[in-house]
């Protein structure tokens, strides 16, 4: 089960970061990601990184602004939110998928593919 933490409120230029851990399981075993979904709107993907970490990629709301990372050591997943505006609010929910060979990876940083969702973790950009 995936459990994702770190929402909360904050106010736009501000920063969070979002965490993400596996009960019952361990980081290193999954392609994992994140997507978000703001009231009204499509689901968005986020960032995702490979098993290893040694690879990442990231969709348009997120580039330049977030930032992915991983310590497998300590069984987390990140997301690293600097600058949040107000459009910045929305659920966010990390995602993992045990298929990590070459084919399911590249889809996974794509943002495609994952089996296992979190219940999410709210985010709240006041201005």
């Known amino acids: 089960q995936l459990q994702a933490s770190g929402g909360g409120l904050v106010q736009a230029g501000g920063s969070l970061r979002l965490s993400c851990s596996i009960s019952?399981?361990?980081?290193?075993?999954?392609?994992m990601g994140w997507f978000r979904r703001a009231s009204g709107r499509d689901r968005e993907f986020l960032a995702a990184?490979?098993?290893?970490?040694?690879?990442?990629n990231y969709g348009d709301p997120a580039k330049g602004r977030f930032t992915i990372s991983r310590d497998n050591a300590k069984n987390v997943m990140y997301l690293q939110m600097n600058n949040l505006k107000r459009e910045d609010t929305a659920i966010y929910y990390c995602?993992?998928?045990?298929?990590?060979?070459?084919?399911?990876?590249?889809?996974?940083?794509?943002?495609?593919?994952?089996?296992?969702w979190g219940q999410g973790t709210l985010v709240t950009v006041s201005s």
């Open positions: 990184i490979s098993w290893s970490g040694g690879r990442t």
């Open positions: 019952g399981g361990t980081v290193n075993n999954y392609n």
């Open positions: 995602v993992a998928d045990g298929s990590t060979g070459t084919s399911a990876t590249i889809q996974a940083l794509g943002g495609k593919g994952y089996s296992f």
